[in-house]
């Protein structure tokens, strides 16, 4: 893959350091193999990356989501944001394929964690907001942080289009966690489906396929011919 197919101006990018990832954006385009990032700051302080040093980057681009090591080569501190100059020295790796169309809308849920053993159910429960969601999982806002693999039970309300439909305990597995740039923001969770129904996923299929046709008409789509009826 090339990185200048995968990386865009604004992108959110993950640099992983020691226990935590810092999030940043893509600033600048130098040329196929280099480009610019903003000062990652995090809990209020400013990240201090040092110079020569590689770091893992992980983002989620056209492709699914990527990871690659790159070497910090120099700082500019003359632009109003200080920027890091980055050349990337690995192949990009594909963690994880986008093997389904995804849907962005914004949609209610309620999430649970799993203890040690699916049975053991924590019962702090909060509610959240989608960003997007495909037949294989989703991506959601949380004020709570999350490690890769920890086990989670949704309950997803699909509550727009003319769908009036509640999927309960959905098994999810997180795949990413994405950092908040700015103090306030929420996180950024992806989870994978675990162990879906073939009746939920065909639910999930089907309004997925309406959403579609919502975006594409402008919602104007008539209440008695609504696909998947």
Not at 52 to 77: A, K, L, N
Not at 190 to 214: H, P, Y
Request: include cysteine; aromatic fraction near 10%.
């Amino acid at each position: 893959m090339d990185i200048q197919k995968c990386i865009k101006l604004g992108d959110r990018i993950q640099i992983a350091g020691k226990g935590c990832h810092y999030a940043t954006i893509v600033e600048r385009l130098e040329n196929e193999s280099e480009f610019y990032l903003s000062t990652p700051w995090f809990e209020q302080k400013k990240v201090e990356l040092v110079k020569d040093e590689v770091y893992t980057f992980r983002m989620v681009c056209q492709y699914g989501v990527i990871s690659f090591r790159g070497r910090v080569i120099d700082f500019d501190e003359n632009d109003t944001i200080p920027l890091i100059k980055i050349q990337v020295v690995s192949e990009l790796e594909r963690l994880q394929r986008r093997n389904s169309f995804r849907v962005k809308v914004m949609l209610d849920l309620q999430v649970r964690e799993v203890g040690g053993q699916e049975e053991q159910e924590n019962v702090c429960e909060y509610h959240a907001k989608t960003l997007n969601i495909s037949e294989h999982g989703i991506h959601f806002l949380s004020d709570r942080k999350y490690h890769q693999d920890d086990l989670l039970l949704i309950t997803l309300h699909l509550e727009k289009f003319d769908y009036h439909m509640t999927l309960k305990d959905l098994k999810a597995k997180v795949v990413r966690c994405e950092y908040p740039l700015l103090e306030g923001e929420q996180y950024k969770i992806g989870v994978s489906f675990e162990g879906l129904s073939g009746r939920d996923r065909i639910t999930l299929a089907r309004f997925i396929i309406r959403s579609q046709i919502r975006s594409q008409d402008g919602g104007h789509r008539s209440r008695k011919r609504g696909y998947g009826d």
